[in-house]
Structures are given as C-alpha cells and as structure tokens.
Nanobody, 120 residues
Framework: QVQLVESGGGLVQAGGSLRLSCAAS????????MGWYRQAPGKQRDLVAT???????TYADSVKGRFTISRDNAKNTVYLQLNRLAPEDTAVYYC??????????????WGQGTQVTVSS
C-alpha cells in the first residue's frame, strides 16, 4: 500500500510563490509517474503537471513557464514549485502516483490534497 502526504499549501498574494511537496511511503517501484492535479470549487479535477520515473515532465498550458515539477527519488518525494501565482490558481492541489506493477497492471494512489489560495 502506498500513501501520499502533501504539504506546503497556504495563502499567498498574487505574484507570490509556494512550493508543494508530496512524500510517498510504501513501495512505489521503479516504473511510476507522479503528478499534481488541482480542483477549484465547483470545477473538475485537472492535470497540472506530471513527472515520470526517468524525470520526463508534462505541464498544463495554463502553468507552463510558471510551475516546475521535480522529484527526489532517494526521498520518494515529488515537488511542485509555483511561481507568479494568480487568483485563478486557487484550488486544492492533489498528488497522484501511478505505479506499474507489470506491463498491464497499474495502480493509482491519491493524496488528501493541500489548499492553495491566491489573493488579488
């Protein structure tokens, strides 16, 4: 069983920065992808960024150039650096782990979420 614990959310003014962390406990194996998603009130949960076990990254268009995802495999931790924050970035940010037990078997795990609020 894998558990994900997010931290680092908070209240920040527009233009400010935050760094989110997601620590994974348990066996995440060697083939996995970690990601950050966010959900604003009344909206669906959307992809923000992902990073593979080989550190390949993808970003939503809305955060490119402002957010950076990274990982420390020794600590089983993934980070999301949020810069130049805007009020529309306000949401609960969730960490997700996709773990491949085999070529055809994948497990998904979610963290409990951390609130990011950006004031104008």
């Amino acid at each position: 069983q894998v558990q994900l614990v997010e931290s680092g959310g908070g209240l920040v003014q527009a233009g400010g920065s935050l760094r989110l962390s997601c620590a994974a406990s348990g066996n995440i194996g060697n083939r996995n992808a970690m990601g950050w998603y966010r959900q604003a009130p009344g909206k669906q949960r959307d992809l923000v960024a992902t990073i593979s076990s080989s550190s390949g990254t993808t970003y939503a268009d809305s955060v490119k150039g402002r957010f950076t995802i990274s990982r420390d495999n020794a600590k089983n931790t993934v980070y999301l650096q949020l810069n130049r924050l805007a009020p529309e970035d306000t949401a609960v940010y969730y960490c997700k782990a996709e773990i491949w037990a085999s070529l055809t078997l994948k497990y998904n795990y979610w963290g409990q979420g951390t609130q990011v609020t950006v004031s104008s």
